[in-house]
C-alpha cells in the first residue's frame, strides 16, 4: 500500500538525435525503466523508491537520486536561531485539531492541478480542482523525502504568522523495515536482514530533526499503515511473523522520538473489515495497549486511525452484503466496540477515520479488496463534526489518485488484489498517478464536488 506522492506523464516521442528529457512529474528511473532518465529544465529526477523516481520542480542541483527541496510554495526554507521555543512537552487535553487550520500539501495541489489540467470535460475539470484545497495526510515512506517535512512546516510557519492563524501538518509514518508484509504492492526500502532496524530509526531521527527547528507548528502523525494489523491477524504469514518484533521496536522507537517533540500521534487500526471481526478485535485492543505501555505511555498518543486508504463508510445505512456475520460493519460500529476496550485497559481512545475513498458503498465483491476498487469516489470532507465523541475528526489520510498498486501480472511488486475482478485495471505501480482513478473518485465523489 505504498503511498509515496507521484504523478506518472507520458514524455512526447523524439528523434534518435534529439535529446530526450521527460516533462514534469514524469518517471526519469526505477529497476527496468527503459525511458528518459533526465528532466526537463526546471526540474529534478528525484528518488522515490527502486522502482520509481520522477521529475519534480526544482533545478537539478543535487547527485542522482538524491532528494532535492521539491515543493515550489514555500516563503522560507531556514529554520529558527538557538533561541526559538523548545516543542512543548505537555500536549492540549482536548481535540489536537481544534482550533487551528491544516496546512495543505502543496505537493498533491501541483498533483491535482496537473491531473485537472488532463481533464477536457470542464464540468469534470472545475469539480478535481476543487480537490486541491481539500486537506490531506503527507506520506514519508521513504527516508530521502525526510528533508521536506522541513519546508513544508518552514512555509506553514511563515503562513500562520503571516496570517495570524496557527496551523497544524499532517503526516504519515510509514518507512518500517520489511513494511506491509501480507502484501506486495508496496514493500519498503528497509529489509530487517539489511539494518532495517537501525535504518528505521535513522529516519524518525531525521523526521524529529525537522520538527525541532519548528516548535510553533503543530504536527499530527499517523504511524504506520497495516502494521500492528498484520500481527494480530497475519502471523500465519512467514514474513510478518519475522517481522513482529521490528515492527513492535520501530513502532515504539516512533512513539517514543515523536513525542519528544510533540507531534500528536494516531496509531494505524487497520479498518472493521480486518480488526472490527469479534475474533480479532480483542487481540487488537490488547496488542495496541500492552505497546503504548511499553513506550511509556507517550503523552502525546492520542489513539489510533481507522479505515487508512481503505472504503468503508462512517455510518452505513444499511450493511453491505460482504459484512455479513460481523456486527461492526462500518467504522462507527468498529471504533464503538474498540474504544471502550482500550479505555479499561489503559489505551487512550480517541480516533480519526478516513475518508478520502468512501463516497461510494456496496462496491466490492469481498471486504478484503483493498487495491484500487472500481467505482470509488472520494468521500466526506475533513471536519471536526463528527457525531461521535470518540472520533477526533474525519480526515483525508490517502492522497486520492496516487495508485494502490500494479496491475500487471509480469511486474515484481504485482499483487493478486490488483488484478481481483473489483479491481480498476490496468493500474500503474503503487504511489504512482492513475489518471482514470482520480477521475473516477471526481465523478463519483458523495456528496459531490
Given at each position: 500500500m505504498l503511498k509515496f506522492a507521484a504523478l506518472l506523464s507520458l514524455a512526447s516521442l523524439l528523434p534518435a538525435f534529439v535529446e530526450a528529457a521527460a516533462p514534469l512529474y514524469g518517471q526519469c528511473g526505477g529497476q527496468g525503466w527503459t525511458g528518459d532518465?533526465?528532466?526537463?529544465?526546471?526540474?529534478?529526477?528525484?528518488?522515490?523508491?527502486?522502482?520509481?523516481?520522477?521529475?519534480?520542480?526544482?533545478?537539478?542541483?543535487?547527485?542522482?537520486?538524491q532528494t532535492t527541496t521539491t515543493t515550489t510554495r514555500t516563503t522560507t526554507t531556514t529554520g529558527p536561531t538557538s533561541t526559538a521555543p523548545q516543542p512543548t512537552t505537555t500536549p492540549d487535553a482536548g481535540n489536537p485539531f481544534n482550533g487551528y487550520e491544516i496546512y495543505l500539501s502543496p505537493y498533491y495541489a501541483d498533483e491535482v492541478a496537473a491531473a485537472a489540467a488532463q481533464i477536457t470535460d470542464s464540468t469534470l475539470k472545475a469539480k478535481a480542482l476543487?480537490?486541491?484545497?481539500?486537506?490531506?495526510?503527507?506520506?514519508?515512506?521513504?527516508?530521502?523525502?525526510?528533508?521536506?517535512?522541513?519546508?513544508?512546516?518552514?512555509?506553514?510557519?511563515?503562513?500562520?504568522?503571516?496570517?495570524?492563524?496557527?496551523y497544524i501538518v499532517q503526516i504519515v509514518v510509514y518507512d518500517l523495515p520489511d513494511r506491509d508484509c501480507a502484501a506486495l504492492a508496496s514493500n519498503g526500502e528497509f529489509s530487517i536482514a539489511n539494518g532495517g532496524v537501525a535504518n528505521y530509526k535513522k529516519y524518525i531521527d531525521q523526521l524529529v530533526a525537522e520538527i525541532k527547528k519548528y516548535p510553533d507548528v503543530r504536527v499530527v502523525a499517523v504511524i504506520?499503515?497495516?502494521?500492528?494489523?498484520?500481527?494480530?491477524?497475519?502471523?500465519?504469514?512467514?514474513?510478518?511473523?519475522?517481522?513482529?518484533?521490528?515492527?513492535?521496536?520501530?513502532?515504539?522507537?516512533?512513539?517514543?522520538?515523536?513525542?519528544?517533540?510533540?507531534?500528536?500521534?494516531?496509531?494505524?487500526?487497520?479498518?472493521?473489515?480486518?480488526?472490527?471481526?469479534?475474533?480479532?478485535?480483542?487481540?487488537?485492543?490488547?496488542?495496541?495497549a500492552d505497546l503504548y505501555k511499553a513506550a511509556g505511555s507517550p503523552k502525546f498518543v492520542r489513539g489510533l486511525a481507522t479505515n487508512v486508504a481503505n472504503y468503508n463508510a462512517l455510518n452505513a445505512a444499511s450493511p453491505d452484503p460482504i459484512t455479513q456475520s460481523n456486527p461492526n460493519y462500518d467504522e462507527s460500529h468498529y471504533i464503538n466496540s474498540l474504544g471502550p476496550k482500550l479505555s479499561s485497559q489503559g489505551f487512550p481512545a480517541k480516533f480519526i477515520v478516513d475518508q478520502g475513498r468512501?463516497?461510494?458503498?456496496?462496491?466490492?465483491?469481498?471486504?478484503?479488496?483493498?487495491?484500487?476498487?472500481?467505482?470509488?469516489?472520494?468521500?466526506?470532507?475533513?471536519?471536526?463534526?463528527?457525531?461521535?465523541?470518540?472520533?477526533?475528526?474525519?480526515?483525508?489520510?490517502?492522497?486520492?489518485?496516487?495508485?494502490?498498486?500494479?496491475?500487471?501480472?509480469?511486474?515484481?511488486?504485482?499483487?493478486?488484489?490488483?488484478?481481483?475482478?473489483?479491481?480498476?485495471?490496468?493500474?500503474?505501480?503503487?504511489?504512482?498517478?492513475?489518471?482514470?482513478?482520480?477521475?473516477?473518485?471526481?465523478?463519483?465523489?458523495?456528496?459531490?464536488?
Amino acid at each position: 500500500m505504498l503511498k509515496f506522492a507521484a504523478l506518472l506523464s507520458l514524455a512526447s516521442l523524439l528523434p534518435a538525435f534529439v535529446e530526450a528529457a521527460a516533462p514534469l512529474y514524469g518517471q526519469c528511473g526505477g529497476q527496468g525503466w527503459t525511458g528518459d532518465t533526465t528532466c526537463v529544465s526546471g526540474a529534478t529526477c528525484v528518488y522515490s523508491n527502486p522502482y520509481y523516481s520522477q521529475c519534480l520542480p526544482g533545478s537539478n542541483t543535487g547527485n542522482p537520486g538524491q532528494t532535492t527541496t521539491t515543493t515550489t510554495r514555500t516563503t522560507t526554507t531556514t529554520g529558527p536561531t538557538s533561541t526559538a521555543p523548545q516543542p512543548t512537552t505537555t500536549p492540549d487535553a482536548g481535540n489536537p485539531f481544534n482550533g487551528y487550520e491544516i496546512y495543505l500539501s502543496p505537493y498533491y495541489a501541483d498533483e491535482v492541478a496537473a491531473a485537472a489540467a488532463q481533464i477536457t470535460d470542464s464540468t469534470l475539470k472545475a469539480k478535481a480542482l476543487k480537490v486541491a484545497s481539500i486537506p490531506t495526510f503527507i506520506w514519508f515512506d521513504v527516508i530521502a523525502k525526510t528533508p521536506t517535512l522541513g519546508t513544508y512546516l518552514a512555509d506553514a510557519s511563515a503562513k500562520q504568522k503571516a496570517e495570524g492563524k496557527k496551523y497544524i501538518v499532517q503526516i504519515v509514518v510509514y518507512d518500517l523495515p520489511d513494511r506491509d508484509c501480507a502484501a506486495l504492492a508496496s514493500n519498503g526500502e528497509f529489509s530487517i536482514a539489511n539494518g532495517g532496524v537501525a535504518n528505521y530509526k535513522k529516519y524518525i531521527d531525521q523526521l524529529v530533526a525537522e520538527i525541532k527547528k519548528y516548535p510553533d507548528v503543530r504536527v499530527v502523525a499517523v504511524i504506520e499503515p497495516d502494521s500492528l494489523a498484520n500481527l494480530v491477524t497475519n502471523l500465519s504469514v512467514a514474513k510478518c511473523s519475522g517481522a513482529a518484533s521490528a515492527y513492535k521496536e520501530c513502532t515504539t522507537y516512533a512513539m517514543q522520538q515523536l513525542n519528544s517533540v510533540g507531534v500528536y500521534m494516531y496509531l494505524d487500526a487497520g479498518h472493521a473489515g480486518w480488526l472490527g471481526w469479534p475474533a480479532n478485535i480483542d487481540p487488537a485492543a490488547k496488542l495496541f495497549a500492552d505497546l503504548y505501555k511499553a513506550a511509556g505511555s507517550p503523552k502525546f498518543v492520542r489513539g489510533l486511525a481507522t479505515n487508512v486508504a481503505n472504503y468503508n463508510a462512517l455510518n452505513a445505512a444499511s450493511p453491505d452484503p460482504i459484512t455479513q456475520s460481523n456486527p461492526n460493519y462500518d467504522e462507527s460500529h468498529y471504533i464503538n466496540s474498540l474504544g471502550p476496550k482500550l479505555s479499561s485497559q489503559g489505551f487512550p481512545a480517541k480516533f480519526i477515520v478516513d475518508q478520502g475513498r468512501s463516497g461510494v458503498q456496496n462496491i466490492r465483491n469481498e471486504w478484503g479488496d483493498w487495491c484500487n476498487v472500481n467505482g470509488a469516489g472520494f468521500g466526506l470532507r475533513p471536519t471536526l463534526n463528527t457525531g461521535n465523541s470518540a472520533i477526533d475528526a474525519i480526515v483525508w489520510i490517502k492522497p486520492g489518485g496516487e495508485c494502490d498498486g500494479t496491475s500487471d501480472t509480469s511486474a515484481v511488486r504485482y499483487d493478486a488484489h490488483c488484478g481481483a475482478a473489483s479491481a480498476k485495471k490496468p493500474a500503474p505501480e503503487a504511489g504512482t498517478w492513475f489518471q482514470a482513478y482520480f477521475v473516477d473518485l471526481v465523478r463519483n465523489a458523495n456528496p459531490a464536488l
